[in-house]
C-alpha cells in the first residue's frame, strides 16, 4: 500500500499517519521529493481499509497495491490451469463448445438437441433445470426431472453436462446428475452460494456479474477456490453499459485480460450477451479470435417453440455452420477443435 | 405491444406477422401511413418474447408498453403506502431516519451508539448481523447474537430495528429480533429469496441493485409483493458508473421518478453510495430535499475502531449536527422531522 | 509515480526498470518487502506514460499519484475562487441562480421570461443564440440578433448574461453582448476552443461530458487556466450511464468532491439532468442542499410554444415556487440566496 | 410515434391528446384494449419532442418508432457503400487495413514504419499531425510538414493517408495530402466540424464517441452525408464503462449491429480501445472475425521512442504476424486480405 501527503503538508501529518502504521505492526519506508512525501506500506495490508488513512490530515490519496486475489493470481501459480471432467479437456490446447437449450423442457427437445449439437462437434451439453427469471410470473424450470434427462441425453451422446445451480440446497441434488456446475451472473456475489461450491469436488463455471469488474470477479472465484475446489472455469457474458441496442456488451477485452492476470481457464457466452439469435455468429468467432478456451452458446431444435430465450438460440444448422466457420480460425491462435 | 414495420416491407411480411399474432389469440390493430405500416397488439403481451417478432422478416422493432410490474404500480394502486412498524411510520409525512452501525460488534459499542442516534432523532436501528463480504478473507457477522443485541438496544432506546438477511434459512431466526428485513444490492434478484419474503408479514427493506435499472428494481419488488407481503420500503444506495471517485453515484433523480411511478416507499443510503464520512452529510441533505421518506444511514460510536465501513460511518456528534440542518430542510418538501 | 514489481521477480528485473529511471533523470526509491518490490518515482513524472513502464518484464502495476491538473487544485490554491460579474458574486456566500429559456426566440418571449426569472430572484439570464443540435434537421439558434436581446433584456432587468459559445469564431462577437461564456457538454474536450477561451478575460462556464470523470473535466478547465484566464465555473449537468429513465444521471456526488478537490465555483443543471419538468424541482433542491454554489435551469414563459426543450422548462410559477423553497434550504448549508 | 395511455385514465384525457395531435396535422390510429388505450401517430413525427405529450395528463408513455437518421439507414439504401480511394476499395471483398504510428514525428520514423506496415499489406497508412491531448501540457502535432511526410510515405509505399482533423479551421490546407479524414470520437458531435465535411468530396472515417450510443453515431454520419457528402466510414474504437482494467471497452456487438442497420463501412481500432500493445492483436483478430471491414490500428517502427502512444502501437514485426493470423481468418467471414 502506497499513502500519498499532500504537497507541502506539514511534517507532524506525515509522522502521525507513520506512528499509527508502525502501532498496527506495518513496517513504513518513505520517500520525500520536493514538494511531496510518499510512504510505502509494508505487512499484511489485505487487512487495512485505505480509507481510513485517506481520512487522516494531509493525505491525499492511499494506493492499494497488491492484488487483493491470490489463489486465482498467475503469480500465485504461473501455469494453466487445465481442467478434465468425462474425457473433456478444458483450458489446453483443445477449443471446447459447451452447447444446448437455454431451458430443458422435454425428452424430444433435448435429446434432438443433444444429437445435432454433438455431431457438430460440442463437447459440454448445457441444459437449464433451474432458472432465474427477472419476472415472477414466467417459468422456472423442470428441476430434478429435467437433470434425468440431461444426463441421459449427454450419455448418449457422450457429451459432459453442464447446468446452472441456483441455491445451496440444489447442489446435493445435482452432483450426480451435472458435471460442470454453473453460477448464473446474478448469483456471482451470491457469497454463501460459492464457499458452499468450495466445499464440493466438481468444477464450476463461473459467469460474470453484469455489472462486476475482472478484480470482483476473480475474488468471486477465490471464495470457491478458498474452500478447496480449485476447478473454476471463468465465464464472459456482457457486462452492463449505456448502450441498449444489444442486450448487454459482450467485453471481449476481458479475455485477453483473464489469460494475463490469471490461470484460470476462460470462455464466453455470446448468446447471452447479444441477445439475438443473428448476432451471435459473429460474436461466437470474435470470442475464439480473441483466444478464449471455449464457447458457451444455445442451440434449440425448434427455437420457436422454445419456453424460454428462443430468440436467441442457434437453430442446429446455423450452429453446424459456426463450428465449420470456427474450424477455419482455430489455427490463427494455436488452437484445436 | 407495438410492431413497427419496416419502411416499403412487402404486404406479405405484414400479413405472416398478423397471422402469428392472431394465432396466438391476440388482438391486432393495423395503422398504415405513407411508407410504413404498425400494429398494435391487445391481449395478454406479457408472454410474448419481443424479440420472436423482431426476428420475423419486415420487422423493424418491438416496442413493449405495459409495464410488466403490476402490484408496485401507481396505476395499480394511487395511494401512497404507509408502513407502520413499532409505532414509526414510513411513507407519511415524517421524515424517518434509520441509523447506526455497519456491524453489530459487541454490547458497548451497539448501546452507546444506539443511545446516541436514538437522542438526535432517529427512529430506526440499523446493524448488521450476517455480513456480505467481498473478500473470502474478512469478519463475517455476530450472527444471532447480534441480533439478540440490537433488539435490547432497540428496546432501551425505543426504536424500531433494521437488518439485512442474506438466504433464506436466516429469515426464520431473525423474526423475533428484527421488525425490518433489510435486503443488500447484490441480493436484489435473489428471486428465491425474494420469493421466502413474500410469504413473512415484515416489512422488507429492498436495496437496488448496483447495476439494476428502476424497473428491474421494480419487478424485484414484485417478486415480494406476489406473495402476499405488500410492506416494501424501496432503498436507493447508488448504481455504477464509470466514474470512480465515489465508490458508486448515488442516483438521486431515482427518488422522484419512483415516487411518481411507484406507491412504495422511498428511502437512500448515501453511507455505501458515497463511501466516504466527508461526502455523507451533503447527501443526506440532498436526499431530503429531493422528496425522499427517509434514510438509512451509518453511525458509529468510535468509527476508528469499527470492524467494518468505519470511513463512511458518521461520528454520533457529526449525525447529531446532520438532523439539525434536516430539520431545517424538511419545510420546504412539506415533510416533519 | 510508484512502480510495483511482480511477486517473486528475480533481481534483474527491478534493476532494468531502475536503470530506465535514472538513465531519463528520476530519482528512485526501493522498498523491499518479504515477497515484493515497490519502486517510488520522484521527479517530473508528468512526462511519464505509465503504461511504458507496465509493459517492462516483471512489473505488476504503475500508479500515478500526482493529479495531472494543477491549477484548479485545492493543493495549488487554497482559498475559494470568488467571481465577480455585472454585481453578481459566484462562488461566495449567496447562491447564485441562472435562469431562462433553452433558446432564445423572439423578443416577447425573451422579455417576458427575464422579468418573470428576475422577480422571483434570479441574478443572471441564461438563453442560447447557438445551438447544437444532436439532429441536422433541427433550428440551429438566432445568432448574433439573439444575442443583443439577450443583452437588452438583461439590462433592464439588472442582470448578467450567460450563453453558450460553439466554436472559436463566434467568441469575438459575443464579448459585447455574453458576461459568461458556457461551454456546452459536448465541447467539455474540444481543446482548441478552451485554449482560445483561456485567451479572454470573462467567466467561462464550463460543462462537464457526458461521459467525462471528475479528473477529465478539471483537465478541461486547466486548458483555460493555462492560458491567463482562471475564472472558471464548473458546472454538472448529468453523466451518461445504463438507467435511461432519465436523460442522464445527475452525478450529486461530484458537489462536495469538487469542493473538494477544486478551489472553483460548482454549480449545477437539472434540466438537462433530467430532462422532465415534473423531476428538476426535487433536483434544483436536492443540488442546493448538497452544496452547490448556484444552479443553471430553464424557465420559459410559455413552455407549450418552446422551440426547444419546452419539457424540461419550468412555467414562471414554478419557478418562483422553487425560489421560496431554496430560500427554506440555504441556511441549512449557511448560504443565503 | 406512439403514445401509450394510462391504464383505466377518464376519455377526456385520450381526446384531449387527440386533439392536440389533429391539431398539428397530425393522422391518429387509435386502438382501445380492455383497459388500456394506445394511439398511433402517423405523419412528420420527427419535428414532436416526445417528452411534449408525456407531460399531458394521463399519458403514460410515449414511444417513438422511425428511427431518426435517414441516409445512413439500411432501409434507405439496402446497398453497401463501398468507396474507392487510390485503388482501395472500403466495404468489399477486401478486408482493409489502415496502420501506422499514432502521431507523425519525423522523416526516418513515419518512413519506415510505413515501408513496414505496407511490406505487411496495409493498404492505408495512417498519421497524425494535429492531436487532441487531454492535458495541455502535452505535444500538440507537427502540423502541415507532417502531413507532407504523410504523403510522401504513402506514395512511396503506394498507399492512401488518413489523418485527423481538429477544427474547420484545418479542412481546406488537409485536402491535398490526405485520402481519408478522420473525426475523433471528442468530435463525434462537434456539428459544426461535421457540417464542413458534408461539404467536401473525400471520404471521412468517424470514429464512435466514448460514450455514444450507435443511434447518435448514425445521426452523427448523417451531419456529414446531409451536406452531400456520402463517403462516410465508421470506426467502432472502444465505448465508456465502469470496467476500467482496459481504457475502453471495445464494442465488438457494434459491428454485425451496424452492418444491420446500415449500408456504411465499419471498421475498428483496436489500439485506442485497450490501450496496450500485449491486448491488441487478441483484439484485432476478434475485430475481423466478427465481421468488419477492416482495422485502424497504431504500428511504430520503434514504440520505447514514440512521443505519444508508445506502449499501445506494435512493433512491425508483431504487426507482421497479425496480418499473417487475419489472412488465415478471413476464409471464416467470407473475406480477402
Chains 1, 2, 3, 4 share one sequence.
Not at 113 to 133: D, F, I, N, W
Not at 308 to 317: A, F, H, I, K, V
Request: hydrophobic share 40%.
Amino acid at each position: 500500500m502506497v499513502i500519498v501527503m499532500e504537497k507541502h503538508t506539514p511534517e507532524s501529518n506525515v509522522e502521525r499517519v507513520t506512528a499509527e502504521l508502525v502501532r498496527r505492526g506495518f513496517d513504513v519506508h518513505r520517500s520525500t521529493g520536493v514538494d511531496q512525501t510518499v510512504l510505502g506500506v509494508v505487512g499484511d495490508v489485505a487487512s487495512i481499509d485505505p480509507r481510513e488513512f485517506e481520512l487522516f490530515e494531509g493525505v491525499q490519496e492511499v494506493v492499494r497495491i497488491s492484488e487483493p486475489y491470490k489463489l486465482s493470481s498467475r503469480q500465485f501459480k504461473r501455469d494453466k490451469t487445465i481442467i478434465k471432467v468425462r474425457g473433456v479437456t478444458i483450458g489446453g490446447p483443445d477449443v471446447v463448445v459447451m452447447a444446448g437449450p437455454c431451458t430443458i423442457e422435454s425428452e424430444t427437445q433435448l435429446f434432438e438437441t443433444a444429437r445435432r449439437v454433438a455431431r457438430a462437434g460440442a463437447r459440454v451439453l448445457r441444459g437449464g433445470a433451474y432458472k432465474p427469471r427477472t419476472s415472477p410470473y414466467a417459468f422456472q424450470g423442470m428441476g430434478v426431472e429435467g437433470l434425468k434427462l440431461l444426463r441421459a441425453a449427454a450419455d448418449e451422446c457422450n457429451m459432459a453436462t453442464v447446468s446452472e445451480v441456483m441455491e445451496i440446497g440444489q447442489i446435493e441434488g445435482m452432483l450426480q446428475y451435472v458435471d460442470i456446475l454453473q453460477v448464473g451472473a446474478r448469483n456471482m456475489q451470491n457469497f454463501n452460494l460459492l464457499s458452499a461450491l468450495g466445499q464440493i469436488r466438481k468444477p464450476v463455471l463461473l459467469k460474470r456479474g453484469m455489472s462486476a469488474t475482472i478484480q470482483e470477479w476473480l475474488l468471486a472465484s477465490e471464495y470457491i477456490m478458498s474452500g478447496g475446489n480449485y476447478e473454476v472455469i471463468l465465464c464472459e457474458r456482457g457486462i452492463r453499459t449505456f448502450e441498449t441496442y444489444t442486450r448487454n456488451t459482450l467485453d471481449i477485452s476481458a479475455i485477453p485480460v483473464i489469460e494475463k492476470l490469471s490461470h484460470l481457464p476462460i470462455i464466453a457466452d455470446p448468446s447471452h450477451a447479444v441477445g439475438r439469435r443473428d448476432k451471435v455468429m459473429p460474436l461466437a468467432r470474435a470470442i475464439i479470435a480473441a483466444g478464449a478456451d471455449g464457447l458457451l452458446i444455445e442451440v434449440h431444435h425448434d427455437p420457436e417453440k422454445a419456453v424460454c430465450d428462443g430468440p436467441q438460440s442457434l437453430y442446429p444448422e446455423q450452429f453446424a455452420r459456426l463450428m465449420d466457420e470456427l474450424r477455419i480460425i482455430v489455427p490463427a491462435v494455436g488452437r484445436r477443435l
